[in-house]
Every structure is written in structure tokens, then in C-alpha cells.
């Protein structure tokens, strides 16, 4: 298949980008969008350009690594989907294909379609986590945990953190990742203790790192390639009002 | 601290405006009150009624309270939004994956406050500060059914009611389900149900809105 690329150039993050057209030809079908990159950018070096810069690492989906908004949709037209896992025959021979970077303050481009997307690791450092003393790893069901929390917490858990949700929001919101944190470790009781710290210094964080408020428009779930639902937003609404009133004067 | 965080501004938005669903309730019915064939009586007795209750006189202050905490709160919520991406996309597929409605909340209620401010000015100011031509009916209330019979004679403003009311449908379309999930207030059992209220309200509350000045319009024709 033969296509047409419209891909976002830019040389660094104070750089002003703008858009490049490239011709590529006999693309294979089975190719995915990401090898499909590989190739235009052996082009690009064959023909002495400079390469277009772009975020990968396992290809099989999990890592969260890989971005690109494709034709206005982050991660592309397929549901549940990386861009990695998004294959060209998805596309049409004479396709035209826009690809830009997750467009965020919070998020700013580092070059071509390489996004900074630090902030979620200072939103994790803010709270994200369990506070644990090492030691050996206790036996498993040593804590009972009741069966239909463990699965919410597992389908919360399942966020790979790849910033689709923010790329989506028309508000660049970070709710639906912060929320997939919040949940999965409230609901078990291992992360019960730090409930309350944990949603109000995560949800000061997202507010500091210059991302938007939540519209429900419900965008980021449908865009979310891990399929994390929209209730976890909920949930974070009532941890963060339970949190509020509860928190102590200081 | 909680009502300056993003989510707080959201708790405001949510409470100030199911607070609005409510006075909606009040307002189309009384307003309905319009379209009762007794040259107006009834419904005179009731802005009377309105007028001079001082639960009701007290419930002003609140309700303007309301909708002031609620518009302002929308410029700063949307003006922190539109920072949060100042480079926009070039090629945009929202619809892809929300509604229209979700999307222009902030258009839509533009088109409310404008309506709102012209609306205030039609009927608000002409009953509290207005000079004496109402006059008062048979009962010897002031004649605001004379306003509304009169206002809705002319074309420009009963298309304008009508506009408005549709813009007002689309806010509440997404905006009355939206306000329970910004509380936090989401229910695999309940849910559904608000959704469906939602919904119905809207349906009920739009038409009845639009039925009152495309009544008075068609019939002096």
C-alpha cells in the first residue's frame, strides 16, 4: 500500500514544530504503525534526512512507551489498542495519515513525536505507592482480600501509565490515570493505610504538573488502550472528598 | 484548600448546578401556570405568591448566589482547561469518542448566560424595577401574564426563547448525569437510573420551555 504521511517535526522543545509530508510506498499490510516508522525512517537516513524521533520500547503493547496521535485519535482508531499493536491494515492504499505528538503543557515535547511525560512519574513519587518495610515476601493470602475488589484493583492495575487519557481529554486531564492509581491501591487493604495522604498529595501533584479538570466527557476511556473505565474517576472523586473532610487541621 | 483543587472546582460546578436543576423545576412550573385560559389570574397569584413569601425572598439570594458561583466557577475551570494545551492538534476526532454536548458545555453555556441576561431584563427587572404599565389584573395582582402574552407576540423573541431553551437541553443533557459523577456519586445499580432521569428531565423540562412561548406566538398569529 502506498501513503501518505503527515508527520509532526520538531527539533527540540523551545523549537517551533511544524508539519512534514512524506511519500511512502509498498508499505506491507502486516506491517505495525510503529515498524511502518522504522522503514520511513530508513528512507529518511538513506536520503542523508534526519530520522523522525519517536517513543518505543516493547512493542507488545504493555510497556505504555509508545504515543502518536493518529488521524486525532491517541494511539489510533483501533479500541484497546498501542500504537505498537495498531497494524497497517487497518489503513486504506492512499491513505493520508496524520501523526502528531500527546499535545499537554504538562506534557512537552522533547522532539518530533517524544513527549516529556515526567509528570506521571512525580504524580506516582507524590502518593502512588505503598509505604513498606522490606523484608521477605509474606505468604500469599495472608491478608484476605475480598474476590470482586481484587479484580476492580487488577482492571485499575492494568494502566500502563502511557498518557493516552491525558492526549485525549479536550482538557488534557490526568484524571483517568491518577484515578486507575488511586483505585487500584485503595482497594486493597495493603495500600488502606496511606488512603487518605495518598489522594491528596497525588491529586495536589496532577494539579501542579498543569493538567485540567475532569469534563466526563469519557474520551480517555475510550481511548485508553488498557480499556480502564471511566468509574475509576468516580472513585477518585469520592477518595479525594472523603480525604478532604476527614484530613486534620494543620 | 479541597474547593481551589481541580477537583474541588468540579464539586462546586456539580452541587451549584444540580441546586439550578432544581429551581428549573420550580420555574417551568410556574410558568406552565401561563397557559391556563383564565385571562391570567392564576398565574398572577402565583408571581404574587413569589413575590411576597419570604421563604422564597430568602431563596432569591441563594439562587442568584448559585448562579453566580456557578458561571464564575466555569471561566476559571475552562480558562485552566484551555491552559492545560496551548499547542492544539491539527486534526481533531472528538466525536470519535464523546459527545457533542460533553464537548461544548462551556458554548452551551454561553448561549444560557446570554439568554439569561436578556431574560432578567425582559421579566425580572420589568416586575421589580419596571414603571407601573403591567397595571394589575381582576385580582388585583400585577399583570405579568400581560408581559409574557405581549413579549411572546413578536418573532425575534420567541425564536431567541427557543434557541436558548435548545442550548439549554444540550447543557443539561450531559450536564445532569456529568454532576453526580464529579461528586464521586457512580453506581453500577444507580447509575443507570440517574442517567435515564437525566435524560427524561431534560425532555420534559426543554419542551416545556419551548411549548410556553410557541404557544403564546402561534395563537396571535
Known sequence: MNLTLKVWRQKNSSAKGTFETYQLDNVDVHASFLEMFDVLNEKLINEGKEPVAFDHDCREGICGTCSMVINGRAHGPLQNTTTCQLHMRHFKDGDTIVVEPWRSKAFPVLKDLVVDRGAFDRI???GGFVSVNTGQAPDANTIPVKKEKAELAFDAAACIGCGACVAACKNSSAMLFVSAKVSHLALLPQGNAERYSRVL????QMDKEG???CTNTNACEAECPKGISVTNIARLNREYLAASLA???K | MMFTSSL????VMALTGLFLISFLVVHLSGNLLSLIPDGGLTFNAFTHFMETNLVIKVMEYVLFAGFIIHILQSVVVTLINQ?????KYAVNA???SSTWASRNMGILGTIIFIFLVIHLRDFFFELKFGDDELGLDASG???????VVETFAMLPYTALYIVAMFGLGFHLWHGFASSFRSLGLMHSKYTPAIVFIGKLYTIIVTAGFIIIPLYWYLVQL
Open chain 1, 124 to 126: 506516582i513519587a507524590a
Open chain 1, 201 to 204: 498529595n497525588m491529586v495536589a
Open chain 1, 211 to 213: 493538567f485540567g479538570s
Open chain 1, 247 to 249: 484530613a486534620q487541621k
Open chain 2, 8 to 11: 474541588g472546582r468540579k464539586y
Open chain 2, 83 to 87: 491552559r492545560a494545551r496551548p499547542s
Open chain 2, 94 to 96: 472528538g466525536s470519535a
Open chain 2, 141 to 147: 395582582n400585577v399583570n405579568l401574564y400581560k408581559e
